[in-house]
T-cell receptor, first 112, second 116 residues
Framework: SQKIEQNSEALNIQEGKTATLTCNYTNYSPAYLQWYRQDPGRGPVFLLLIRENEKEKRKERLKVTFDTTLKQSLFHITASQPADSATYLCALNSGGYQKVTFGTGTKLQVIP | EAGVTQFPSHSVIEKGQTVTLRCDPISGHDNLYWYRRVMGKEIKFLLHFVKESKQDESGMPNNRFLAERTGGTYSTLKVQPAELEDSGVYFC??????????????FGPGTRLTVL
């Protein structure tokens, strides 16, 4: 069955460092991969989308890579700030009207 | 511009009772989705409306769940009768562009349902 794995343990990093979160998937051929941020008591907020034919995408301090051979996406936050502390979710979709499948998320804590 | 809104924010009911959740998408968004997160698990897709039509309802758990979107505006999700395993956070999301994975979905704050 399709499976999306994100680091279940929380990631703690020092302010100013680069945070790297991992999303691995199996039994899936996604056309699109999205990253969302979720704060406690709120719904997910869309951050970035990367297509299967794209290797890398950037937005301000965020960078996403997508390796369809390794079946993995990496999500980087450079110059991390305490305000970046949240749970980050990856989500995959096979395209068109196919449903979106979410990972369980990784909780990031940026320590001042 | 107002975002996606959901009502109520929290509902506590007893097993066997009925609960109706409401979602108001962003104005002009034809696509509306319902998701559910059970404690400790990932967010799971329930169904997808395009305007008033159900595009995909493959994620609906069973026939105790009924979703409607009359007139293609707001949507309701009714659980009747509620069971203990229905507890969780129900999210609604909307998007403007056709298709799912290739466009941004805007999520509401969720409704936390507790079935006792």
């Amino acid at each position: 069955s399709q499976k999306i794995e994100q680091n279940s343990e929380a990631l703690n990093i020092q302010e100013g460092k680069t945070a790297t979160l991992t999303c691995n998937y199996t039994n899936y051929s996604p056309a699109y991969l999205q990253w969302y941020r979720q704060d406690p008591g709120r719904g997910p907020v869309f951050l970035l989308l990367i297509r299967e034919n794209e290797k890398e995408k950037r937005k301000e301090r965020l960078k996403v890579t997508f390796d369809t051979t390794l079946k993995q996406s990496l999500f980087h936050i450079t110059a991390s700030q305490p305000a970046d502390s949240a749970t980050y979710l990856c989500a995959l979709n096979s395209g068109g009207y196919q449903k979106v499948t979410f990972g369980t998320g990784t909780k990031l804590q940026v320590i001042p | 511009e107002a975002g996606v809104t959901q009502f109520p924010s929290h509902s506590v009911i007893e097993k066997g009772q009925t609960v109706t959740l409401r979602c108001d998408p962003i104005s002009g968004h034809d696509n509306l989705y319902w998701y559910r997160r059970v404690m400790g698990k990932e967010i799971k897709f329930l169904l997808h409306f395009v305007k008033e039509s159900k595009q995909d309802e493959s994620g609906m758990p069973n026939n105790r769940f009924l979703a409607e979107r009359t007139g293609g505006t707001y949507s309701t999700l009714k659980v009747q009768p509620a069971e203990l395993e229905d507890s969780g956070v129900y999210f609604c999301a909307s998007s403007q562009i056709s298709g799912i994975g290739n466009n941004e979905q805007f999520f509401g704050p969720g409704t936390r349902l507790t079935v006792l």
